[in-house]
C-alpha cells in the first residue's frame, strides 16, 4: 500500500526520477521520466525498454558503448558513488526524433551498492522541448498542402524565425474563387503560434465574402479580451478565374502586389486597420479589380520588407518589386525571394518571413 502510494507521488513530480540496479537494468520510473524520452517508453528494464531506444539490443553495439546515459550510470555502480553529467538524450514522439539536453544526477540508494536512483533534472525542460515539437509538426500541418487549388497555380515560401511562428498563410477553393489569406499576428514563439491558430480556426472559410470574413474574425477576437498590445493582420484575396476579376482586403497587412503581365507592377492598396480591440465598431470592406492571362499576384508579410541584413539595412518593398519583375511564374517569384532574402540577410531572420504568390 504505502508502495503504490509512494509511486503516486513520484508520478505527480515534474522533474524525471528512476531507480536501476547494478546490472543496469531500471527497476522503476516515474511519469515524467517515462514522457521525457519516447511515447515507446515502457520506464523499466533494459535501458533500452526504459528509454525506448532504437538499438536492437542494449549494451552490444558500437552505439551503446557511446551512449552517455549508459556510461554516466556505469561510472556510478563501478564507483559506488554520486556521478552527475549532462548528456544528450533522444527525444522521440509522433514518428519525429530531435536531441535535447538532460543533466543526470545518479545518488547510491543503499550501502551495498546494489540500487541506485537517477533524477534526470533536465527532463521537464525535455518534456517542453518534446511538446515544441509536437506544436511545430501540428503548425506545420496547417500549412497549405498542394501547388493549384481552384485550377490556380500558387507557391508560398514560410520561413519562421522561431520554433514556432506567427505566421499563417492559407489556400482553398469556395464556390469556384481561389482563395487566399495571409495572416501574421503580433508577437513571437509560443504565444504567437496559439493565436495564429486561433486565426485558422477563427476564419470563416464558408463566408464568401472576405469582409464579412474578416468582421467575423474580428468579433471573435475582441471575445478573448486581447490587450492593448495584442493584433492580426491580414491580406486576404479571391480570384474568379471565370470573370477574371480579384476581390481582395488588407487589414493592417503590406498591400497586395499585382505584376501586369507586360505593364509592370501595381501595389493594390486597401487601407483598413488590423484585427484588434482598438476600434471595436469598424467594419471592413473588400474592393474588386480585373486581370489579365500571366499577371501574379503577391501576398508578403512585413518579416520580408523589414528584414534587415548585417548593416541594418530594410530588404524593403523596392528589392521585393525588383525580384518579382524578375520572374516567370510564382513558383519562379518565391525561389528566387528566398535565395535574395538569404544572401541578403545571411540565413538569420529577426522576423517570421512569408509569401504567397499567384499564377493569374
Given at each position: 500500500?504505502?508502495?503504490?502510494?509512494?509511486?503516486?507521488?513520484?508520478?505527480?513530480m515534474?522533474a524525471?526520477?528512476?531507480?536501476?540496479?547494478?546490472?543496469?537494468?531500471?527497476?522503476?520510473?516515474?511519469?515524467?521520466?517515462?514522457?521525457?524520452?519516447?511515447?515507446?517508453?515502457?520506464?523499466?528494464?533494459s535501458?533500452?525498454?526504459?528509454?525506448?531506444?532504437?538499438?536492437?539490443?542494449?549494451?552490444?553495439?558500437?552505439?551503446?558503448?557511446?551512449?552517455?546515459?549508459?556510461?554516466v550510470m556505469?561510472?556510478?555502480?563501478r564507483?559506488?558513488?554520486?556521478?552527475?553529467?549532462?548528456?544528450?538524450?533522444?527525444?522521440?514522439?509522433?514518428?519525429?526524433?530531435?536531441?535535447?539536453?538532460?543533466?543526470?544526477?545518479?545518488?547510491?540508494?543503499?550501502?551495498k551498492g546494489?540500487?541506485?536512483?537517477?533524477?534526470?533534472e533536465?527532463?521537464?525542460?525535455?518534456?517542453?522541448e518534446?511538446?515544441?515539437?509536437?506544436?511545430?509538426?501540428?503548425?506545420r500541418?496547417?500549412?497549405?498542402?498542394g501547388?493549384?487549388?481552384?485550377?490556380?497555380?500558387?507557391?508560398?515560401?514560410?520561413?519562421p524565425?522561431?520554433?514556432i511562428?506567427?505566421?499563417?498563410?492559407?489556400?482553398?477553393?469556395?464556390?469556384?474563387?481561389?482563395?487566399g489569406?495571409l495572416?501574421?499576428?503580433?508577437?513571437?514563439?509560443?504565444?504567437?503560434?496559439?493565436l495564429?491558430?486561433?486565426v485558422?480556426?477563427?476564419?470563416?472559410?464558408?463566408?464568401?465574402?472576405?469582409?464579412?470574413?474578416?468582421?467575423?474574425?474580428?468579433?471573435?477576437?475582441?471575445?478573448?479580451?486581447?490587450?492593448?498590445?495584442?493584433y492580426?493582420?491580414?491580406?486576404a484575396?479571391?480570384?474568379?478565374?471565370?470573370?477574371?476579376?480579384?476581390?481582395?482586403?488588407?487589414?493592417?497587412?503590406n498591400a497586395?502586389?499585382l505584376l501586369k503581365?507586360g505593364?509592370?507592377?501595381?501595389?493594390?492598396?486597401?487601407p483598413?486597420?488590423p484585427?484588434?480591440?482598438?476600434?471595436?465598431?469598424?467594419?471592413?470592406?473588400?474592393?474588386?479589380?480585373?486581370?489579365?492571362?500571366?499577371?501574379?499576384?503577391?501576398?508578403?508579410?512585413?518579416g520580408?520588407?523589414e528584414?534587415?541584413?548585417a548593416?541594418?539595412?530594410?530588404?524593403?518593398?523596392?528589392?521585393?518589386e525588383?525580384?518579382?519583375?524578375?520572374s516567370?511564374?510564382?513558383?519562379?517569384?518565391?525561389?528566387?525571394?528566398?535565395?535574395?532574402?538569404?544572401?541578403?540577410?545571411?540565413?538569420?531572420?529577426?522576423?517570421?518571413?512569408?509569401?504567397?504568390?499567384?499564377?493569374?
Open positions: 500500500m504505502f508502495a503504490k502510494q509512494y509511486k503516486k507521488i513520484l508520478d505527480r515534474p524525471g526520477v528512476f531507480v536501476f540496479d547494478d546490472r543496469l537494468r531500471v527497476r522503476f520510473s516515474n511519469a515524467a521520466f517515462r514522457r521525457s524520452f519516447s511515447d515507446r517508453a515502457k520506464g523499466k528494464g535501458l533500452k525498454e526504459a528509454l525506448g531506444c532504437e538499438e536492437a539490443s542494449c549494451g552490444g553495439s558500437s552505439a551503446c558503448a557511446a551512449c552517455a546515459f549508459r556510461n556505469r561510472a556510478a555502480v564507483d559506488n558513488a554520486e556521478k552527475s553529467e549532462t548528456v544528450s538524450a533522444s527525444v522521440r514522439r509522433g514518428g519525429h526524433t530531435d536531441n535535447v539536453a538532460v543533466r543526470i544526477r545518479i545518488l547510491p540508494a543503499d550501502e546494489k540500487l541506485f536512483l537517477g533524477l534526470t533536465g527532463s521537464y525542460r525535455t518534456e517542453i518534446r511538446e515544441m515539437i509536437s506544436a511545430r509538426q501540428i503548425q500541418r496547417l500549412l497549405p498542402a501547388k493549384s487549388m481552384g485550377g490556380v497555380s500558387y507557391s508560398y515560401l514560410f520561413v524565425s522561431l520554433e511562428g506567427g505566421d499563417l498563410p492559407d489556400v482553398y477553393e469556395l464556390n469556384g474563387r481561389t482563395y489569406i495572416a501574421d499576428v503580433s508577437g513571437k514563439g509560443i504565444s504567437a503560434g496559439m495564429s491558430a486561433f485558422r480556426a477563427g476564419f470563416d472559410r464558408r463566408e464568401p465574402s472576405l469582409a464579412r470574413a474578416v468582421d467575423k474574425l474580428a468579433e471573435k477576437f475582441r471575445e478573448l479580451n486581447p490587450d492593448e498590445r495584442s492580426i493582420t491580414v491580406a484575396v479571391s480570384i474568379d478565374e471565370r470573370e477574371k476579376k480579384i476581390r481582395y482586403l488588407s487589414a493592417g497587412h497586395p502586389i503581365s505593364q509592370g507592377i501595381n501595389e493594390i492598396e486597401s483598413a486597420p484585427v484588434s480591440g482598438w476600434m471595436p465598431d469598424f467594419r471592413y470592406a473588400e474592393r474588386e479589380m480585373p486581370f489579365e492571362k500571366g499577371d501574379i499576384l503577391v501576398l508578403l508579410t512585413d520580408i520588407t528584414c534587415r541584413n548593416a541594418g539595412d530594410l530588404f524593403g518593398i523596392e528589392r521585393t525588383s525580384v518579382l519583375l524578375q516567370r511564374s510564382a513558383e519562379d517569384f518565391i525561389g528566387k525571394l528566398k535565395n535574395a532574402l538569404g544572401v541578403f540577410a545571411g540565413g538569420a531572420f529577426a522576423d517570421d518571413v512569408t509569401a504567397m504568390a499567384f499564377d493569374l
